[in-house]
């Protein structure tokens, strides 16, 4: 005789559950990879079409709030800035909006329909659907029991591109992530620094401070290495005053655009040679590097394991043996740090590319640059490091030489005053040939 014994009610119930949880999780999945949008409520700045619900159309009045949180960004503003600015201007923030108009949201209607939050802000900056993508899976569950949302790695991200009309330009969201990486901040007087996260030091690599004063005028402001400011043994001053650098930098892309306007074919073909060549030139030093890192990796195992040996032996005293292999310790775990970083940093320089296109397309927006300001200087200018004065001639010390580099979004640095003399000869030689 058999006796079969029924598993108690909430062990049966988990088991229901769970196997629901594993249907409702398939049929996401499917979902998701075949590009369907997996959110039921589109982000701020999108609406669900009326004639098709699958489909996301964008919201003119959102939208342009969400243009304008951008250009904030460009213009210097940080996150808390821009939040501080819209409620003083009295906008709706993405909750407020929803109830507003009459739209779905699963957030409770605030008491403050103009208070925006900081994180809202940094969310709108970093969202990729505003770039016209769909993009499923950033978060998961561990379990069907957990309530608890987790953030996936954003190399297991599904996107599709152009699956809905761009809110944001390309070129414009790519260069709101770096001024975010760079996380600028206010100085003590309240602002930022126009070049503020972009100067950098020629020789020691830091990043060049504002330098300022009540009682100075605009001409008397100056930036300085962060190295030095912290310890004068370190590195020299490398200062440089705040109008000179406007001026240079000014003039060096009213010759982009100049250059660019008149020459496109010959910058196109010089911008993508120069930048394979950098790039190259930069993966071979990281990869020789990479590769000494992990020869030493493996050297230090076998070291480790001669100094085991030694001090099981007798040879090595125990007080001896600590101090070594901790050292050996040590050293290999920085090393594996390093070899880890130089890992990623190749993996992502090898899917670079210089994207010309991108470029020219800023400098069609600025036919004739007047003057500079935070919005114009990082839709162009990546860095900026500056060198130390030094004399070129020892037979004339009056003469006092300054380097500065300007390294360009989407094209790295570019000599554009160069370029533009062989341009010339080249189009004088051309005719000369024909005559």
């Known amino acids: 005789m058999f006796v079969f014994t029924l598993p108690e009610q909430p062990l049966f119930n988990e088991m229901y559950a769970k196997d629901t949880s594993k249907k409702i999780r398939a049929t996401w999945q499917s979902k998701g990879r075949s590009g369907e949008h997996l959110t039921t409520i589109p982000p701020y700045g999108y609406k669900k079409d009326p004639e098709d619900k699958k489909r996301w159309i964008v919201d003119e009045e959102a939208a342009a709030v969400v243009q304008k949180i951008f250009a904030l960004c460009m213009d210097g503003m940080g996150p808390?800035?821009?939040?501080?600015?819209?409620?003083?201007?009295?906008?709706?923030?993405?909750?407020?909006?929803?109830?507003?108009?009459?739209?779905?949201?699963?957030?409770?209607?605030?008491?403050?329909?103009?208070?925006?939050?900081?994180?809202?802000?940094?969310?709108?900056?970093?969202?990729?659907?505003?770039?016209?993508?769909?993009?499923?899976?950033?978060?998961?569950?561990?379990?069907?029991?957990?309530?608890?949302?987790?953030?996936?790695?954003?190399?297991?991200?599904?996107?599709?591109?152009?699956?809905?009309?761009?809110?944001?330009?390309?070129?414009?969201?790519?260069?709101?992530?770096?001024?975010?990486?760079?996380?600028?901040?206010?100085?003590?007087?309240?602002?930022?620094?126009?070049?503020?996260?972009?100067?950098?030091?020629?020789?020691?690599?830091g990043k060049m401070y504002l330098c300022?004063?009540?009682?100075?005028?605009?001409?008397?402001?100056?930036?300085?290495?962060?190295?030095?400011?912290?310890?004068?043994?370190?590195?020299?001053?490398?200062?440089?005053?705040?109008?000179?650098?406007?001026e240079i930098v000014l003039r060096n892309l009213r010759e982009a655009i100049q250059y660019v306007t008149q020459y496109e074919d010959d910058?196109?073909?010089?911008?993508?040679?120069?930048?394979?060549?950098?790039?190259?030139?930069?993966?071979?030093?990281?990869?020789?590097?990479?590769?000494?890192?992990?020869?030493?990796?493996a050297e230090l195992d076998v070291i480790i394991k001669r100094l085991y040996e030694d001090n099981i032996s007798g040879k090595l005293s125990d007080e001896r043996f600590i101090k070594l292999s901790?050292?050996?310790?040590?050293?290999?775990?920085?090393?594996?740090?390093?070899?880890?970083?130089?890992?990623?940093?190749?993996?992502?320089?090898?899917?670079?590319?210089?994207?010309?296109?991108?470029?020219?397309?800023?400098?069609?927006?600025?036919?004739?640059?007047?003057?500079?300001?935070?919005?114009?200087?990082?839709?162009?200018?990546?860095?900026?490091?500056?060198?130390?004065?030094?004399?070129p001639d020892e037979n004339e010390p009056r003469i006092k030489v300054r380097e500065i580099e300007i390294v360009y979004n989407f094209i790295g640095a570019f000599d554009f005053e160069e370029a533009r003399e062989q341009s010339q000869a080249a189009q004088k030689e051309k005719k000369t040939g024909v005559a």
């Open 326 to 391: 901790r050292d050996y310790e040590l050293e290999q775990t920085n090393l594996t740090n390093l070899v880890e970083h130089l890992r990623q940093e190749v993996k992502e320089q090898e899917k670079q590319k210089v994207n010309v296109r991108q470029f020219i397309a800023a400098v069609r927006k600025y036919t004739d640059m007047q003057q500079l300001d935070a919005s114009v200087l990082r839709e162009f200018v990546d860095k900026i490091y500056i060198s130390e004065v030094y004399t």
């Open 212 to 246: 300022r004063a009540n009682h100075f005028k605009p001409e008397q402001e100056y930036y300085i290495c962060s190295t030095y400011r912290k310890d004068r043994t370190l590195c020299s001053t490398h200062s440089i005053r705040r109008v000179v650098l406007e």
């Open 267 to 297: 910058f196109v073909q010089r911008a993508a040679d120069q930048s394979l060549r950098e790039r190259d030139k930069e993966l071979a030093q990281k990869k020789d590097t990479l590769a000494q890192s992990q020869k030493r990796i």
């Open 80 to 205: 808390t800035q821009i939040a501080k600015w819209l409620q003083e201007n009295k906008v709706l923030s993405p909750v407020a909006y929803c109830y507003e108009n009459d739209l779905p949201t699963t957030s409770k209607r605030p008491s403050n329909p103009y208070k925006w939050a900081t994180k809202t802000v940094v969310h709108i900056l970093e969202r990729l659907d505003y770039l016209g993508h769909t993009v499923n899976f950033k978060t998961s569950k561990q379990s069907f029991k957990s309530k608890k949302v987790l953030w996936n790695d954003p190399a297991d991200w599904v996107i599709f591109e152009n699956t809905q009309e761009p809110i944001i330009e390309e070129s414009v969201f790519l260069i709101v992530q770096k001024i975010r990486q760079g996380r600028r901040r206010p100085t003590k007087m309240g602002d930022m620094g126009m070049f503020s996260g972009l100067l950098y030091c020629a020789d020691c690599g």
